[in-house]
């Protein structure tokens, strides 16, 4: 099965925090989507063993996307050529066009990883010849695939930034990313205020309000933008 | 009298906006403030001619501020050596430790202009022997004063800041900023939800949720800081 | 009559070398430009008084766009009240979406002087009430207009770029820029390889080839970019 | 027992050479420290196995402080697994609200191997549900505890920084810095005027002229900074 | 043999991209290279095994450099202690006063690897007793060799560089890159115009071009650079 | 007559503090120079009129340059352009390949407006047609004259730079350039120890120390460097 494109995050939960509302919105348009969390998040905070999975299988429904859940540990994630394989393998397999990554990441050691190792894999993916490698057989049966782009959307754990690629608009979707962000009452006290939640939306609301909107999520991108024209470029409030 | 500390802004309403809550924070500490505006803001889109300027007043002494509003016209502020001077002077004779003033605005012309100007004042103000220059006379029956730290806070029309170099908390505070620029009724449309003060105050809360607070705002500065010691910081999210 | 995009720069020749093949591949996608050279061009190196100005008027034609020369002086052009106000006047009258105008200069102080002139034109063009501003009257038999963005492309003879907001795929209408900027034979020894020319091609050439493409025009953004969703973006090498 | 404040740097000397006259003044405010080394330093350019450690264990004397030396092995630092559970336990145990690491090595791979450690034992030491992490259980039987601030002073191997979060006026006590470094015969050519503690001592002059100082040391933030209000700050040269 | 400079590069045809005209230039004016790749580039995208490896010897030769392959497995490469001790004992052997390598890639994760790897050698060639460092004891046999300077040039697989330390013009050795390049039939299509061959030779013709020149190489440095005094600059375009 | 280079600043002294060792050492290898003051430096602080300059002749003496003091009043130094056609017209009769001139400052009104204007003339400096240029006559009866390299020193009232473009060993020169800063006693309480002159030196120790010199003073560049070669690089502490 062919997807979009891929969400590929450090834990249940991050893809939602980081691109909910991009996520909700792209489906939304017909686009096929999967998560890919590189752990299943245990332990939880709130929750016994396999509640945080159920959670995560709900929230990625609530997006209308699919999800895959890696092993890594939790709290020990590390971009290792295993796992580099395992991601270029499903590159290969579901041939998406974007792929999302965190970047920047410098609090959480799980988030710092996810860079090189999704960057890595989506090049693993369009090498040929992989039977001649020796420990990169599992390669060998999938036929290459050039993604088309890389984008990363902000961790906000992390510092905020000043600036970015672009920015989405998600004011019409951002329910349903409230709506996923509730189903992880493992992770978060969702009824009585949790401060991180708080931070997420505070955040989007920011965003959003640089353009005159109720709500944004915003990307950098390694590579840089390519566009038809300048015409593609929705209003900012002062130009 | 003395002033521990200036706001120099270009229009009446940009003080508030930047630093509103900070403002408020000293004054209740007993701090003494003196907020000058470049022009009195005229013409105000929904009032007729001096209006804002009694908006102006009302709302600085929400914020336990003292006002002045100097002559430069609205929409054509320049930073030129008569200005230069005023402020000079205005600094020899209030000696304040203290200056807050606009920086990195590329948007609104007006406020383009101040960071040079402010820069400029704060640097002829602890000049000797203006009596022997030719157009700088007008300082000459002050005393130099050599200010201790000239900040900048964020100016919000332009682009958000993901570096800067301090924030304070205005948690306690903010309620006397929204009150102080719900007066601005010249300017916003307080009561219909203004798309400016939207984004004003998410941008607040933004950098406050950013170390766990209601509400934040934000300073950069031109020359390094320094401190006693590092435990004059208060604590951050995640470190 | 409506534009739906300006290009302002200091001299004719500036606008086809920082854009020309984004200009054409607008026009010929049916929007209407105006360029605005912000003087004559005089005097020029290579020809007498006035034949730059039909070089000028030929090119913007082959580009597919009319085109309005002020009247500044070539070398001494500044950022001043009245040229704001001319330009805005123009914004107000012509109702463009987009403006692009140069950014960053360093070399050429008439290059350095278009930004903040573009950006306070742009200010004043959506404000009310200029019938109350001493000095301001022209703009008040116009109503404001509000344009949607505005960007700048790079001036060729500043430092390269290696961080940019877009690019623009230009290798279709590249052989109208060249054609165009054959025009000005008054300004570059077209037939004999001038060296500017060499390296105004050489740095679309690699911008394209950034992207596997033949020419590419690259852009940066005061005010950051907001799309609809992130497939508006063309593919990159190598993602 | 409780800690104030940790210094984690990569060998015995770090500590000092970074911030010997910070730690020197908040240990004589009364603050408690302790300094961690990832390796004892062996072997050290002049003096057989053994002397670094006690040299370093005098120098720790000198500023006020504790020292623990860890067992990586001088050359081969690495950011691993364990040695983040053992700086998270130390964590845990000894409560510090502020820790200071190494941040933007390049030169020294030990030095650079700092960051991603400390910042990922930070991380590890507020999280709860260790025994049910595979691996982890070391942290089990200790509670978790959140630092306040994770601060960066410079390494004065790479290169100067123009640009750093605040300075530490540590005129008083840089004699004790340079009684501890001094120390160091094992590493340093004390008596000859060893062209590493001529580089020392000049950055640590020269920050602190910036400020009319005889000398202060520079810190770095990953996080940004919070204060309770801008008085906090001490004067610069010129403001 | 003393070698006078090292390029140390992931892939055999990676110093060939990088800096194949400087290089020339250098070996033309008299000084002796070595070329070191990571490893030998298999499998190759249109030879059998060994071809590339007789491709880069001959590109080598034309270059006027000798040449190194190591064993680590290509796609695979990382920095890791083994292999910093290869080169750093080469280092020690060969006493080379520059060396070359690679920074801040992102795209391929073996380039990636290089920077980190290349400082640790630099790093332990100068080193001190070895033989009391276990698991270093490879290094005992050779003495310490403190390079002069290690630049790096720009990996043109990856994203431009709008800002580097210094260019090279290569313009008279040009030619030499490309038959060079040419040699690898096992990795490009030279015949029918490789998209990344032409990619390689937009880049260095617009840093060419910048200086009025064909062609030029372009680097960046970690540690600031000392000249005698400014005279040894070239002419810029405008100064 | 002819100069090889020009050091254009703001006040007499600036020239010294900036980079009094280089025009030593250039000076001392033969090349003709001329330091050009855009004021009299009137008011000084400890001296009647007149002083000054008289010490600011000595000073450019010790030195081995010559100097030329320009109108502007002191403290209200402007980028105008009947100043740019003066250091234009002084480019045109002297014909140096460098000039020098100061950047990036924004602590005195007076630096800050250097670069645009120096920028300016140098490249009025070599443009054609001045006759036909309404108000730049002053220049027709010139010839056109390129410099080679504009070059930046650091001004040091303005913040310390971590990043520079390159640095000049000035350690056998330092003594003349205390020397000719021991002239300024109207500027500085030279004898009793001013901050300043204590700041200046402690600067340019550090700038040395970086890599294992006395003293070195830094340069920063708008155009990108060019390099014969590489070689020319001195070597740094650790490459």
């Not at 893809?15 to 991009?22: H, S």
């Not at 299988?57 to 994630?77: S, T």
Request: include cysteine; charge should be negative.
């Amino acid at each position: 099965m062919r997807y979009d494109f891929f969400i590929v995050a450090a834990h249940p939960d991050d893809a939602e925090v980081q691109m909910g509302g991009t996520i909700a919105k792209l489906t939304r348009a017909g686009q096929r989507a999967l998560i890919i969390d590189l752990c299943d998040g245990e332990p939880a905070d709130y929750a016994p063993a396999g509640v945080r999975r159920q959670q995560a299988m709900r929230a990625a429904q609530i997006l209308g996307a699919d999800r895959l859940l890696l092993d890594q540990q939790d709290r020990f994630i590390t971009d290792n050529i295993s796992t580099r394989l395992t991601v270029a393998r499903l590159i290969r397999q579901h041939r998406p066009r974007m792929i999302f990554a965190t970047t920047e990441a410098c609090i959480h050691p799980d988030h710092a990883a996810v860079k090189s190792l999704i960057a890595a894999a989506v090049f693993y993916a369009r090498l040929k010849n992989w039977n001649r490698v020796p420990g990169g057989e599992s390669l060998a049966d999938t036929e290459p695939w050039e993604i088309q782009r890389l984008f990363y959307p902000h961790c906000k754990m992390e510092p905020a930034w000043g600036d970015f690629a672009f920015a989405v608009d998600v004011s019409e979707t951002y329910p349903l990313k409230k709506q996923a962000l509730a189903e992880y009452k493992s992770l978060f006290q969702v009824d009585e205020g949790d401060q991180l939640l708080e931070l997420y939306e505070a955040e989007d609301a920011h965003m959003g309000r640089l353009f005159g909107l109720a709500y944004a999520e915003v990307f950098k991108s390694h590579s840089p933008l390519l566009v038809t024209d300048p015409t593609v470029f929705l209003p900012a409030l002062h130009g």
